[in-house]
């Protein structure tokens, strides 16, 4: 089965720039999905098709995916911003997410 | 506004049943595939199930295949996952999600439902 592979933790000061990956074989082939779950909420999708962005999300998030990478990047961080983030793509007529990754900020 | 909301959860004994259902309202229900996403505690997100819009078609994980059935219907806007068999590792919050097809994001999701499964 398809492999997403997510760094556990990312810090970042506020004001600053968070990039978090996505690592999968070829995910460059594929259409990532990025969603943001905040402490006992459901998650909320913030990139879709690997980067746009659904109404009410911040231009502060963006996304790329080329070669074995996918990556959503937070600019001009904010203490809102905190949460755990996910990845997901559509393999063999599976869905699958990423390990996640919990963005810390300083 | 679009609202999908989780009924069914609780604790059942391991080898037992229980049934999820998923009220959706404010959008054309009929018209979207549906899925099945869970969490266990302080765990990640996994991706259950999937039935497409006229119900034809159902895929599954391959950890609750032969044991969990996704179905819908449409007169009432509802979602259901009919899950045996369980076992402890099935415990997780279970989310349902709308989408649109192969490939498509996930979105919006409920609030989910927990499920425990202990003796």
């Known amino acids: 089965s398809y492999v997403l592979t997510q760094p556990p933790s990312v810090s970042v000061a506020p004001g600053k720039t968070a990039r978090i990956t996505c690592g999968g074989n070829?995910?460059?082939?594929?259409?990532v999905h990025w969603y943001q779950q905040k402490p006992g909420q459901a998650p909320v999708l913030v990139i879709y098709?690997?980067?746009d962005r659904p109404s009410g999300i911040p231009e502060r998030f963006s996304g790329s995916n080329s070669g074995n990478t996918a990556t959503l990047t937070i600019s001009r961080v904010e203490a809102g911003d905190e949460a755990d983030y996910y990845c997901?793509?559509?393999?063999?007529?599976?869905?699958?997410f990423g390990t996640g990754t919990k963005v810390t900020v300083l | 506004e679009v609202q999908l909301v989780e009924s069914g959860g609780g604790l059942v004994q391991p080898g037992g049943s229980l049934r999820l259902s998923c009220a959706a309202s404010g959008f054309t229900f009929s018209s979207y595939w549906m899925h099945w996403v869970r969490q266990a505690p302080g765990k990640g997100l996994v991706w259950v199930s999937r039935?497409?819009?006229?119900?034809?078609?159902?895929s599954y994980a391959d950890s609750v295949k032969g044991r969990f059935t996704i179905s819908r219907d449409n007169a009432k806007n509802t979602l259901y996952l009919q899950m045996n068999s369980l076992r402890a590792e099935d415990t997780a919050v279970y989310y349902c999600a709308r989408g649109f097809g192969d490939s498509s994001p996930l979105g919006p999701w409920g609030q989910g439902t927990l499920v425990t499964v202990s003796s």
């Open positions: 070829n995910i460059g082939s594929k259409s």
């Open positions: 997901q793509v559509w393999d063999s007529s599976s869905d699958v």
């Open positions: 098709y690997d980067s």
């Open positions: 039935i497409n819009s006229d119900g034809s078609s159902t």
